[in-house]
């Protein structure tokens, strides 16, 4: 059977998809499946039976809001954490990659250096470099600074506290949304900025007439890896708490699946907030625009 050249790129293309499929299907849906029936059962096993399955219903996410208080903590500093951090990491990005985009020289080497942490820094390295302080600034140490920001309520003190203790870190955390910025910059006209400064307009005006509507895109694809960076990194508490009880004989393999389904939903609402945060101004926009033709 011969085919046509259109039948061939087609056969080509899902050849391609088609491995992309079964490794999802294989290794991210099944066990996806998997976790959620085992969220819904007492897991035990034995060397006889192998794993064994006993129906609970909700028993375990009753359990969760009613008894382990120290995951209802953990989610609570997390979401926290999101909240401050990731505008943080967005705010830093977008001001390194401003000036990693000026003319200057030796501008390679500098952005080389900004993106090294994200080679080198693996999960153990920075755990053991936020373990001897090396994530700190000495100034964020001051005692009376500490005993103001304990004064605060618990959901917001402790999400500082936090941050004051890693804040080196969570500036490593920064390089591919350097890039990501930088990728975007370089984008831009530079004619568009010589009309503007022709016109008048103060490099002030610029950023925020020109620079950040043209970042808006990649705000949200920069936010979006960053809570998913952050909600997956190895030293979360949120999943330490689900691996410990994973291993521990009283809670097994359903109660931890239980404890993932419920940071999963909540990952996934705030991956949606900012979603619709963005996509609203997205759609004022455009609304104006519409008003005004």
């Known amino acids: 059977m011969k085919l046509s050249n259109r039948q061939r790129e087609n056969l080509y293309g899902y050849l391609f998809i088609g491995i992309w499929i079964i490794g999802f ?14 969220s819904l059962n007492k897991v035990t096993i034995t060397a006889a ?6 129906p609970i219903k909700l ?4 359990d969760i809001f009613s008894k382990d208080f120290n995951f209802v903590n953990a989610l ?12 943080i990491i967005i705010i830093m990005s977008i001001i390194i990659a401003l000036l990693l985009n000026q003319k200057i020289r030796l501008r390679g080497v500098f952005r080389s250096i900004f993106f090294l942490p994200v080679i080198i820094a693996s999960g153990p390295m920075i755990t053991e470099l936020i373990r001897q302080g090396a994530g700190t600034v000495p100034i964020f140490e001051d005692a009376e600074a500490l005993a103001f920001v304990e004064q605060l309520p618990r959901f917001l003190a402790n999400p500082i506290l936090s941050l004051f203790s890693k804040m080196i870190i969570v500036l490593w955390f920064s390089g591919v949304q350097i890039v990501l910025f930088l990728a975007a910059l370089q984008k831009v006209d530079s004619e568009i900025y010589e ?3 022709i ?9 925020w007439k020109i620079t950040l509507p043209t970042l808006k895109p990649t705000i949200l694809i920069s936010s979006i890896y960053t ?4 909600a997956t990194f190895s030293s979360n508490s949120v999943l330490v708490h689900i691996q410990n009880n994973m291993f521990d004989i009283t809670t097994g393999y359903g109660y931890s699946s239980a404890l993932a389904w419920i940071y999963f939903v909540v990952i996934s609402i705030l991956l949606g907030i900012v979603y619709l945060l963005f996509k609203q101004r997205k ?9 005004v033709r």
């Open 25 to 38: 299907l294989w290794l991210t849906l099944y066990p996806l499946i998997m976790s959620f029936i085992y």
């Open 49 to 54: 039976d192998g794993i064994v399955l006993t």
């Open 59 to 62: 028993q375990n996410y009753v």
């Open 76 to 87: 609570t500093d997390f979401i926290g954490e999101i909240v401050l951090f990731v505008p």
């Open 195 to 197: 009309a503007a400064s």
């Open 199 to 207: 016109d008048g307009a103060s490099p002030w005006e610029m950023f």
């Open 227 to 230: 809570i998913v960076f952050l």
């Open 283 to 291: 759609e004022r926009k455009e609304k104006k625009v519409r008003r």
